[in-house]
């Protein structure tokens, strides 16, 4: 089963998370936009966490967490948001994510969020 | 002294003939052309601020059953905020004067003074010209602070995307080197990668930041340009090849038509920016359909011509893409920079030519840069 779901619509972004994910040993899926990781979310296994990008094309981060919590298949996958720090803090609390990463990320805060939904067996 | 006929638009509160008379003489002789409308009531001092503009309010200090202040009170309530008004009276105590003038009367002539009239009149219009002109300096600074933020947000949020990678490719790097993780080895393919991927980065940021000086330059006309001898056509490869993974991500593919080299005196980075601007579009809003470039010989000009079939754009926002910080499609859904075609533009007019589009909506888009080959 996948690990981690990362959404982010910048391409450079997406390989590099997923580059040092998998390094580290997890197993990874991206997806563009919101709309694309919904499509990958009802088609696979649920991840055991999405890596969320609150600005990206065509559905952004927070219509993405909106669908995804109307979604009683989608709900309860733990959400951890990438935000660009322009963002409001009441935009923030009220998309209820399972925690928050302010761009630039930090790798290790990234790996210890990442380790903490998804602890190895 | 008025200058000469200035004609002036006189709204009298006043019930006798002869002040009303002896008013406008005072007007004459003091340059003006006065067209007066008088009136005696409440009644009719609202139906004149409603039927017509005034330049002045003139008013006797009281009327049988309306008094200068009232009549103050019923212009500002109608919605004439601006507009002066002036008190002529007989006599009038100290007190009520100072009541006038706090109600906010621009001025009290005495009917025996009349010669004062009219440098009362023409201090009142200086007035209201230099608060009219301030209030107006204010908006647009304003404006120009609400457009300056927007801009700084937009270049944060621009700015942290290649900066995202590159720090965590330099943090990948330390952890590997000090021993942590259980990562793949430190090994030449990964060490090429890594640093294959920081050069991208740093590159981006670079270019990103061109962008934004570019922008300071042009608002403040000191695009200069550096010309030379270029081939558009090389410059129009160089930018599909650095677009390439981009349009392929898209699905998007490029075709470069026309001449195989066409030469010119133009300044070649400030065109590769516009060629970039105009390709990276094509593949934002292509919708993965083909896009074709195409170079020619137009006489002494070159006309180059960036085309999509993708998502178009409506004929009202064909002209507004082209401003400062506007998009066709809100930020929301396709973030990053959209002062690029604005720049374009001032690029390719600083070269003596002009951009162009043609589009429909849903039909895709064609852009076309017109160029003379050297200056002019």
Known sequence: MTDVLVVDDDRDTRETVRDLLEDEGFSVAVAGNG???????RANKAPRLVLLDLSMPLM????????????PALASIPVVVVSAAGEMPEKL???AASGHLAKPVKLEDMLGLVRKFCPKN | MATLAQPLR??????SDHDARLLELALVRGGYVPSITRVENRQGLSAALESETWDVVVSDYSLPRFSALEALKLVRDSGARDLPFLVVSGSIGEESAIEALKAGVGDIVSKGNLGRLVPAVERELRDLRVRIERREALEALTQAVHVRDEFLSIAS???????????LQVQSLARALA?????????KPRLARTAAMITRQTERLTQLINRMLDI??????????ARAEVDLVRLAKDAIERLEDSARDAGSEIRLVGKASVMGVWDADRIDAVLTNLVANAIKYGEGKPITIAVEEVGDEVRLTVRDIGIGIAPEDQERIF????RAVSIRHYGGFGVGLWISRQIVEAHGGRIEVTSVPGGGSSFAVLLPKRAP
């Open chain 1, 93 to 95: 609390s009220l998309m």
């Open chain 2, 323 to 326: 401003g400062r910080f506007e």
């Open chain 1, 60 to 71: 952004d981060g927070s219509e993405f967490r909106r669908h995804q919590r109307d979604d």
């Open chain 2, 10 to 15: 006189v709204l009298l509160v006043e019930d």
């Open chain 1, 35 to 41: 709309a694309d990781a919904l499509v990958w979310l």
């Open chain 2, 157 to 167: 949020h621009e700015l942290k995307t290649p900066l995202t990678s590159l720090q």
């Open chain 2, 216 to 225: 300071s330059r042009v608002t403040t006309g000191r695009l200069d340009l």
């Open chain 2, 179 to 187: 021993g942590a993780g259980t990562g793949a080895p430190l090994d």
